[in-house]
Nanobody
Framework: VQLQASGGGFVQAGDSLRLSCAAS????????MAWFRQAPEKAREFVAA???????SYSDSVKGRFTISRDNAKGTVDLQMDDLKPEDTAVYYC?????????????????WGQGTQVTVSS
């Protein structure tokens, strides 16, 4: 399964962005999908995940500002990011898990996209 992420960019604090990730095959429809991010010189961190039936989970740092959604028919997972802050600046990666439900551990995810840069200026 190949994942293609898009939608990153350069924005001001308080702005919104919507990231989208498309899977090359529909095998992702039975698996949890997620977004992670990695800032320079920092470890990759969990942002949000969504189970095969649409149940979301979020990191505390983005809860209330980001919304994850998926379209199983299209094999896509989106991340709506509102009220962006400079600390949200990172490369964002989409991922597909090994199971229908998954959490914040990177080891639970088998397939990864190439990443899309999000830069938020103050």
């Amino acid at each position: 399964v190949q994942l293609q992420a898009s939608g990153g960019g350069f924005v001001q604090a308080g702005d919104s962005l919507r990231l989208s990730c498309a899977a090359s095959r529909r095998t992702s429809s039975n698996n949890a999908m997620a977004w992670f991010r990695q800032a320079p010189e920092k470890a990759r961190e969990f942002v949000a995940a969504i189970s095969w039936n649409g149940g979301p989970s979020y990191s505390d740092s983005v809860k209330g500002r980001f919304t994850i959604s998926r379209d199983n028919a299209k094999g896509t997972v989106d991340l709506q990011m509102d009220d962006l802050k400079p600390e949200d600046t990172a490369v964002y990666y989409c991922a597909v898990a090994l199971s229908a439900y998954s959490g914040p551990s990177t080891s639970s995810y088998r397939y990864w996209g190439q990443g899309t840069q999000v830069t938020v200026s103050s």
